[in-house]
């Protein structure tokens, strides 16, 4: 083994090799999540739910990190919060999906909101109108979403997850393709 670190110019072929051979992989990923949505909200909110699970043990374990009896309290009612939310995603999917899917609408209906507010005040700025595009259509997504609940929870959330990871991997890759022309 040598003792002479690597340079960042040895390490970047490697690294951009990888992140290429991650972005075709979460292309995939996405494409199986659209192509089988019920399968795929189901698989989210497993992961959703051990998520919520590690995220309740870390809230017991910092419990006893703190100094005050209030906030030893509180971090272990967090934490058991969680954890009970964690455990019953996953005892229980398909309720949680139809709870997650309406949780999203209501997320997507406050987000357009909040971007109607925003183009009001970035309204004399240059390009405020994809602003208020985007908002209506995040608005319009939250309606069909709510006016086909509970029936849309066996589709959105897969689909909705399967999308946005098909055009983080092809973001990902045309950068990574991007670089590789740089280091060329």
């Known amino acids: 083994m040598s003792a002479t670190p690597a340079t960042l110019s040895a390490l970047a072929p490697k690294a951009i090799g990888w992140s290429i051979a991650l972005s075709i992989l979460l292309i995939l990923a996405g494409l199986f999540a659209i192509m089988i949505p019920s ?3 189901i ?3 497993l992961v959703f739910g051990w998520a919520m699970i590690v995220s309740g043990v870390t809230h ?16 272990l009612l967090i934490g058991a919060v969680y954890l009970f939310t964690g455990v019953y995603l996953i005892m229980h999917p398909l309720d949680a999906l139809f709870a ?10 406050f987000e357009g909101i909040v971007e109607i507010i925003q183009f009001f005040q970035l309204r004399p700025r240059h390009g405020a109108g994809w602003l208020l595009i985007d908002a209506l259509i995040t608005l319009v997504l939250a309606v069909m979403i709510w006016r086909s609940w509970p029936a849309s929870s066996i589709w959105v959330v897969g689909t909705l997850v399967g999308i946005s990871m098909v055009f983080s991997g092809f973001s990902r890759l045309m950068l ?5 022309r740089a280091i060329a």
């Open 60 to 75: 017991f374990i910092f419990a006893f990190k703190t100094h005050t009896t209030g906030g030893l309290i509180w971090e």
């Open 176 to 180: 990574s393709l991007a670089a590789k």
């Open 100 to 109: 997650l899917t309406l949780i999203l609408a209501c997320y997507l209906f």
């Open 43 to 45: 698989a989210i909110t």
């Open 39 to 41: 399968v795929s909200g």
